[in-house]
């Protein structure tokens, strides 16, 4: 079952301006995890954020974790019409499997 | 960092045909591998996951006599779609993990595209 539930469904903006996305989950997990997906292409992983780690950095990227509320959000700062994707979120369920979010499409405009 | 291939790309068969997709760890070993279907506009559903050498565990819904998985090596796990239906076209992805210790990263190949017919 899809655990993960990423929102928004869509976002556009205009280049240079900041992304965000979030993401919630159900379970208990031991780590989540963000991938990008460019149309009919496969996943990129993005970053890795354990169960005890609060943020993380990634060049233009900034992931939090709440898991207390869990849930979690990308920020990516200063978008470029390349970083137009989309977004998925992915736990773990405390197992190797990951189970993913619905995604958010994200449209940079130029 | 690690990659993950599979072939073909996309592939077009009749109704009736059986299709086989590969998925290989190029420059690690993956001991577990999983295969995931993603219908248009929609997020990746988990079908079955593969460890090397046993049979792979279908998850709830996924006809295994229809979705044979086979993980024969520690590089290479195969998806045969058999007797294809026009409903199973779909975009099927595979992920490859390492050995246990090796993190929990997974893998992703760039994709299969099927087309049924």
């Known amino acids: 079952s899809q655990q993960g539930e990423e929102d928004p469904q869509a976002l556009s903006i205009q280049e240079g301006e900041n992304a965000t996305m979030n993401c919630s989950y159900k379970t208990s997990i031991n780590n989540l995890q963000w991938y990008r997906q460019n149309s009919g292409r496969g996943l990129v992983h993005l970053i890795l954020?354990?169960?005890?780690?609060r943020e993380k950095h990634s060049g233009r990227l900034r992931v939090t974790l709440d898991t207390s509320k869990k849930s979690s959000s990308l920020l990516i700062t200063a978008s470029r019409a390349a970083d137009t994707a989309s977004y998925f979120c992915?736990?773990?369920?405390?197992?190797?499997?990951?189970?993913f979010g619905k995604g958010t499409k994200l449209t940079v405009n130029p | 960092g690690a990659v993950v291939s599979q072939h073909p790309s996309w592939v077009i068969c009749k109704s009736g045909t059986s299709v086989k997709i590969e998925c290989r760890s190029l420059?690690?070993?993956?001991?577990?591998m999983f295969w995931y279907r993603q219908f248009p506009k929609q997020s990746l559903m988990l079908m079955a996951t593969s460890n090397e050498g046993s049979k792979a565990t279908y998850e709830q819904g996924v006809e295994k006599d229809k979705f044979l998985i086979n993980h024969a090596s520690l590089t290479l796990s195969t998806l045969t779609v058999t007797s294809a239906h026009p409903e199973d076209s779909s975009f099927y992805i595979c992920?490859?993990?390492?050995?246990?210790?090796?993190?929990?990263?997974?893998?992703f190949g760039p994709g299969t595209r099927l087309t049924v017919l």
């Open positions: 954020i354990r169960s005890n780690e």
């Open positions: 420059d690690f070993q993956a001991t577990t």
């Open positions: 992915a736990t773990d369920g405390g197992s190797e499997k990951l189970v």
């Open positions: 992920s490859a993990r390492g050995a246990s210790g090796s993190g929990d990263e997974q893998f």
